[in-house]
């Protein structure tokens, strides 16, 4: 079991900023993937962004490119996720997930870990 904890939620107008933090205290997770996936009530799980194991290869769902940049610092066992110009529509509760596959999976099934999520709130 990969323990994840997300942080770094909260309430932004629109137009604002936030940076989600998912770290992990098992020493394999530089080993893994890892994505973030949001969830809004009703809707299904969504991919949000995704890089590898070295943090070099990304892939973004189209609704964030531009906008959101994931990174990782294996150092210190933490991905986050810079989100700007957030818009009301991505209003979500936010998953960091872990991935044993190699490259950068973005279904859901592809993901063994998922931490607890954190509640992003949008203004308008």
């Known amino acids: 079991q990969v323990p994840l904890v997300e942080s770094g939620g909260g309430l932004v107008q629109a137009g604002g900023s936030l940076t989600l933090s998912c770290a992990s205290s098992?020493?394999?997770?530089?080993?893994?993937?890892v994505a973030w996936f949001r969830q809004s009530p009703g809707w299904a799980r969504q991919f949000v962004a995704v890089l590898n194991q070295s943090g070099r290869n990304i892939n973004y769902a189209d609704s964030v490119r531009g906008r959101f940049t994931i990174s990782r610092d294996n150092a210190k066992n933490t991905v986050y996720l810079q989100m700007n110009n957030l818009k009301p529509a991505d209003a979500a509760v936010y998953y960091c997930a872990a991935s044993t596959i190699w490259g950068i999976p973005t279904l859901t099934h592809h993901y063994d870990y998922w931490g607890p999520g954190t509640q992003v709130t949008v203004s308008s």
């Open positions: 098992d020493r394999t997770f530089t080993s893994y993937s």
